[in-house]
């Protein structure tokens, strides 16, 4: 919460004081679970087709070339438009960002009921990415601008804790109704994604911590980097390096070493469910540990199973060890959240979470080209020749936040 939203507790002692607080702390509580309700729905929907979307435009007759362009234009669509999203944050508020968000995700994916064209499906995705960019920049910034800094790495986690249930359970419901029925999985996602727009839109504590900082023209504040900011995008990039390389090469290498589709699929389901239960353990101890040793220390976990990956060539094995991998993430984002947004001006953070979220996507784009062309060498080089990108990136963080504070403080931000 911006710092002059807990004035109403200035001046106020005793019960009345505890009064005044406990009330702010049940408020900040229901615009997270409202939020988290938000991006539960919005990423259930997005997964429900994203399994078998290839199927269903390989069906169509498009042919596999353009089938990976369409794959990859929700990524472009992301990155073209994360930093635009974020200013008009920062400008305009965020509850219109994703209300228009949501709408142009659900508008988006009706139009694959209708439209056929090899372009248009590949337009149809560009926008989905688009909209799908925009609400993560938009709830992040909300989350970030509303709630201190002392309770935000538990806050952070619940949105993301919510994301991957979104992510886990979307998959599921789509394989249970299966290709054979995409019109409906289409209509299905464009209903949860306006679902997911009925909080935001009722939502009276939603409405209350929204920020506008130039919705009057005045000049949005400069946004300025510092010790804190640069090492969080350092780690948000090396984030989505480790992504990219796992999206487009993990199912490959698993393959590589004899694993059956089941063991695939239950590897991505290992990966998903610690993480869903332990992100709100690091969201804890991001507000009450020191936080660069907990995203460093996440990022070391990562450096050491992308050089293990080469070693292990036990299918089993792999899912057992990749429980590692879902630790390191959950001890990162928490803690790299919190370092990224700590002492921030309201008013900077949706262009804040835009640069943040525009470098992390274009991260996970390259990475997962390049390490495309790197698995044709052999099926662990793109694990083993990313390992020293992310052991310079743990080293680079440490240097940038030693001298910035690693526990949490009261936030020091000036108001809205």
Request: hydrophobic letters at 50%; a positive charge; charged letters at 10%.
């Amino acid at each position: 919460m911006p710092e002059d939203a807990a004035n109403p507790a200035e001046g106020v002692s005793g019960g009345e004081q505890s009064t005044v607080e406990l009330a702010l702390r049940r408020e900040e509580d229901q615009l997270v679970s409202r939020l988290s309700v938000v991006v539960l729905l919005e990423w259930m929907g997005g997964g429900v087709i994203l399994p078998l979307l290839p199927l269903y435009l390989r069906q169509r007759g498009i042919s596999p070339s353009y089938v990976g362009v369409t794959m990859a234009a929700f990524y472009f669509g992301a990155l073209c438009l994360q930093y635009p999203a974020g200013r008009l944050v920062d400008r305009i508020g965020r509850r219109p960002i994703l209300i228009a968000g949501l709408c142009c995700y659900a508008l988006a994916t009706l139009a694959f009921l209708v439209w056929t064209s090899a372009v248009g499906f590949i337009v149809l995705r560009f926008l989905q990415g688009a909209a799908g960019g925009a609400v993560e920049v938009a709830s992040l910034a909300l989350i970030s601008s509303a709630i201190p800094i002392e309770r935000r790495g538990r806050a952070t986690s619940r949105i993301y804790q919510a994301q991957y249930i979104g992510i886990f359970a979307g998959p599921v419901i789509g394989a249970l109704i299966g290709v054979a029925h995409m019109r409906l999985l289409f209509a299905l996602t464009a209903g949860l994604c306006v679902a997911a727009s009925i909080p935001v839109v009722t939502s009276s504590v939603i409405r209350h911590h929204d920020v506008v900082g130039g919705a009057q023209r005045e000049p949005l504040v400069r946004v300025v980097a510092n010790r804190a900011l640069v090492g969080a995008m350092v780690l948000g990039i090396t984030l989505g390096v480790i992504t990219g390389i796992y999206e487009a090469c993990w199912t490959l290498l698993m393959q590589a070493h004899g694993a059956t589709q089941l063991q695939i699929g239950l590897s991505w389901a290992v990966f998903s469910l610690p993480y869903i239960f332990l992100v709100r353990t690091s969201g804890w101890l991001a507000d009450h540990a020191d936080r660069r040793v907990l995203a460093i220390g996440g990022i070391s976990l990562s450096f050491v199973m992308f050089l293990s990956w080469s070693h292990i060539g036990n299918p089993n094995l792999m899912i057992a060890f990749n429980v590692v991998e879902s630790v390191a993430f959950s001890l990162i984002v928490p803690a790299t959240q919190s370092l990224l947004t700590q002492g921030r001006a309201p008013v900077e953070l949706g262009r804040i979470q835009g640069i943040y979220a525009t470098a992390s996507t274009a991260a996970i784009a390259l990475a997962a080209a390049i390490g495309g062309v790197l698995f044709t060498i052999g099926p662990g080089v793109p694990f083993t020749a990313s390992a020293p990108v992310v052991a310079a990136a743990a080293i680079a963080a440490g240097i940038i936040w030693r001298k910035v504070p690693g526990r949490v403080e009261r936030d020091p931000r000036p108001g809205p």
